[in-house]
């Protein structure tokens, strides 16, 4: 793409009519959550506040359009925080109603894709499916806090443009890599996975193949288990959904 902020435009555009104020923020070690008006949103709480933030008194009181629009900062928590007000807006159960786009999460993202024989490359922390580590000649995994055995990041340059499928994780749309990691990605298959990944057909039209999220059903949970930092998978919070092109 072009413009890499133009994804980033989209997104916030898809919120300049929501107007309702932002009721509760929470956010730990692994979430952030947006409430408003009965709804909620989801998006990882990514580190990094060596930035001003755009909004310095934090997002509580906020309608969510304007929160929205610091899916731009690069102060990671906040747009975090703006990420999850997105979601709060386009994650919404009658969204995934309305797009029939309902999976459950035993079947979720990876379930119909064949791995025989694949290089896979994974960006960001998951495991995949067993069928997928049995199956791949090659699993390749990015990530930014690289563990024993895991790629770090700046080795996407040189990995994913040889990979059949690519599992990106929807944290890299927080941090603003996704941009670059789709363009190094093209000949692959792509999937953007994650409770942070919008419910926006847009961005099948941008580069990536499918998309797979969360919309909160449980919004005071949602809260509690963002706050008291609580580990383990979240989709017990609503409802999965997968999206392909």
Known sequence: MNDPYSLYDELIAQAADADAPISQTASGEYWACVSANGRAGFAMATKGNTVSPTFPGGMDGLPLSLAAAALKSWNFPEASMAMAAVNAVLNAAERVERFGCYQPIERHYTDDLDFTGKTVGVVGHMRGSPRMREQAARIYI????????????????YILPECDIVLISGSTLINKTLPRLLVLSKKAFTVLTGPSVPLYPGLLELGVDRIAGLALTEPDAALAHAARSQPGNPYYLGLPFVLSK
């Open 142 to 157: 990015l990530e930014r806090d690289p563990l024993p055995g895991d790629y770090p990041d700046p080795a996407c340059e």
